[in-house]
């Protein structure tokens, strides 16, 4: 196994198990732990904590910003949850199992996502209580994860992805939506990571770069796998996209050309860490990573 | 006008107008703002910003709570958006106007509610960053808030009141699901108020003891009026929580134990203010307006 794929299993492990102790500590038992637990813990790469902590990584012990990582995926889940509710995209399959309404139904799985956002900014809050450092490294950290989860953030390109649902397809609305609705996360996991171990402003303009052009790549991929990905290996149907009429960059600029989109700019993304030399290794195979997944 | 109705509604203009900023400041226009707006305006007597800042006012420029009081005001509407859906309580009336999904539908109402609730946690991570003060102290506020909101707090009450509907009623499950439901988030706008001005230990022990009280008056009164209130007055539909067999105070114990119920609880959160002096007449005041209240 290469070396990246070695360390995002171990990250994605620590994290797990983080993720247990945390719903242990926050949630009386319940279906409305169940219903959290059982998104939470259905599989997935666990993307978005790897680039926190290896971000965070950069800067000093990137367990310190375990809690961070955890937040960021809870925050992710709930978005997961609550995008797949009849009234939103109506999925029933996500990463190869019933979503959280089937299972538990709409009641509960609106809670479930309720409660795992809420859940998030409490685990950042003890944090910032627990933690030795300067409360403002956690506050910093916490507000890249609320701006980027928020209504100019993922919540303003959920609402404008319904909103544009079955209209002509427009490039800047296609950006628009993806750099709020995917991207913008994908960043936050990237910077938050490098806040909390206090990066200066320069190495955080350099992160950002890096995070908005992995966090399109990420969706760009995303897009050509749903026209062209393998059901078995995603775990998802395919071609809900192209059903649904939404706007992908496969509609818009073509496989091909989508393709070589997602080349450039997992270049750019590689690119901008080179002021940081060897210590980046790792976010750069990872960019190469998600631009060569093929789930 | 008795002086506590004037204090409220010198309170509530204050966070109407603060509201009005920080929506402009925090979201693009667009449907998804006209919805979050569209609930968070919908009148209301502010009840849980009247308290924050009444209890910090206790403990210095109440002014200084302003904020907090706004964010609590925040995740209460997006709650009250959320338990309207027609997954969970299926309202098409509040405060006399048609509910959030009636308007903008369900897939609009649950980004809304969702964009609140990611909102309140920005105000408060904005008022912790710029704030003068110890970042302790927006921090301690903020737990408050976020536990009371938060699976083991209203979010484990609506899951409580979902799972028990329609069975048979049991005085401890009542308590166990009024005291989150409702009462947790009433106890937290007079706590967190008092916690941002550092009341000391002892001062939010007796806080503690008041919010419980009134938490559960309020909802004690909710439910009597549930059942003997004036619609027209009451803004929403009455007789509901019978006709989904919900558990209620006025049916477990009848309206007239009820009242004796509400009246002693009253009496308690005020006792509890005795150390205050003529500092708690306003939450004195306040007290006895939520157990007489008609709407």
């Known amino acids: 196994m290469s070396e990246i794929k070695q360390d995002m299993r171990d990250i994605a492990s620590v994290v797990n198990q983080r993720l247990d102790v945390i719903m242990d500590e926050m949630c009386e038992p319940g279906i409305l732990k169940d219903a959290m637990s059982y998104s939470l813990k259905a599989g997935g790469k666990r993307l978005r904590p790897v680039l926190c902590m290896l971000s965070a990584g950069m800067f000093g012990n990137r367990a310190q910003a375990l809690d961070v990582a955890c937040a960021i995926e809870m925050i992710h889940t709930y978005s997961l949850i609550h995008d797949d509710l009849p009234a939103m995209d109506n999925d029933v399959l996500r990463r190869g199992k019933p979503t959280n309404h089937v ?8 809670l479930a996502g309720d ?6 900014f409490e685990v950042l809050l003890k944090l910032a209580q627990n933690s030795d450092r300067d409360k403002l490294d956690v506050v910093r950290a916490m507000q890249i994860v609320a701006s980027a989860s928020g209504v100019k953030g993922m919540i303003a390109g959920q609402a404008a992805d319904l909103q544009f649902e079955g209209e002509d397809v427009d490039a800047q609305v296609l950006h628009y939506i993806h750099e709020r609705k995917t991207a913008a996360m994908i960043k936050a996991a990237v910077c938050a990571g490098a806040a909390l171990l206090r990066a200066d402003e320069d190495e955080m303009k350099a992160l950002n770069v890096y ?11 995303d897009d050509i796998l749903d026209e062209e990905g393998d059901e078995s290996k995603l775990g ?22 989508s393709r070589r989109i997602a080349k450039e700019k997992t270049d750019e993304a590689i690119t901008a860490l080179a002021r940081f030399g060897t210590r980046a290794d790792g976010l750069k195979a990872l960019a190469q990573f998600m631009l060569d997944r093929d789930r």
């Open 236 to 257: 998802k149907s395919v071609g809900k996209d192209k059903d649904a009429e939404k706007m992908t960059f496969a509609r818009v600029y073509g496989i091909d050309a």
């Open 103 to 110: 299972v538990f139904g709409e009641a509960f799985a609106l």
């Open 211 to 221: 995070g908005e052009n992995i966090g399109l790549v990420f969706q760009i991929v």
């Open 115 to 120: 409660g795992l956002l809420n859940c998030a």
